[in-house]
């Protein structure tokens, strides 16, 4: 089956740790993109990449570091900078190319990241 | 001003209503814009497209109006299941899209 797969599900972060939030997809989409969202908020994008080896800072990227070494995989680093980072975390991919009503976002499951 | 401004709720409606949610954009080069679903702790799922011409998938009705800047949903015959919390996303450029802070919908017996 085509998807997009985060791990692990649930994650807790200590005081001063880095932690790194794993997204893979196999639809063949050339963008993927990272977001945080809070209890009853929407979504913020923190990262996003277009191409393998390329990737832009969204609204929030303090404190979070990605790459893009693979078309498949697109991790993200959650830093001990970034203070607050309880939160739940959704990994997008998409296609850009062509239409751009063609251009919908398919989502992973979501990683939850609290803090002990 | 945030970029996508969704009506806040929650609506909470009996089985069989008719309910309307409202998105207001403030970018006027959009693009592209779309209506998502949520579940509870679950990931935004796409419920559909929105053209300026108006389109309709069952009992739903997505319409946009791009003088106004602004997209509607329409759920006619509300079931149970369309308890959710409903997203309005814009497509800024192709690959970026902002989304709405959602508008929680409960159906009750």
């Known amino acids: 089956d085509g998807g997009i797969t985060q791990s692990p599900k649930y994650l807790f972060r200590k005081e001063g740790q880095n932690v790194t939030l794993s997204c893979e997809q196999n639809?063949?989409?050339?963008?993927m993109y990272w977001y945080r969202q809070d209890p009853g908020q929407g979504l913020r994008l923190i990262y996003y990449s277009q191409i393998v080896n390329d990737f832009q800072k969204g609204d929030i990227a303090e404190g979070y570091s990605v790459s893009r070494e693979k078309k498949e995989s697109f991790p993200l680093t959650v830093t001990s900078a970034q203070k607050n980072p309880t939160a739940f975390y959704l990994c997008?991919?998409?296609?850009?190319?062509?239409?751009?009503?063609?251009?919908?976002?398919?989502f992973g499951a979501g990683t939850r990241l609290s803090v002990l | 001003r945030k970029e996508v401004e969704q009506d806040p709720g929650p609506f909470n409606v009996p089985e069989g209503a008719t309910v309307a949610f409202n998105c207001t954009y403030s970018n006027s080069a959009s693009q592209s814009f779309f209506w998502y679903r949520q579940d509870c702790r679950k990931e935004p799922k796409l419920l559909m497209s929105v053209y300026s011409s108006g389109n309709e998938d069952g009992r739903f009705t997505a319409q946009l109006n791009r003088a106004s800047q602004y997209i509607s949903l329409l759920i006619r015959d509300s079931k149970l299941s369309d308890s959710a919390t409903y997203l309005c996303v814009v497509n800024i450029f192709a690959g970026k899209s902002t989304f709405g802070d959602g508008t929680t919908l409960t159906v009750k017996p």
């Open positions: 997008a991919s998409s296609n850009p190319s062509g239409q751009l009503a063609k251009n919908i976002q398919y």
């Open positions: 639809l063949n989409h050339d963008a």
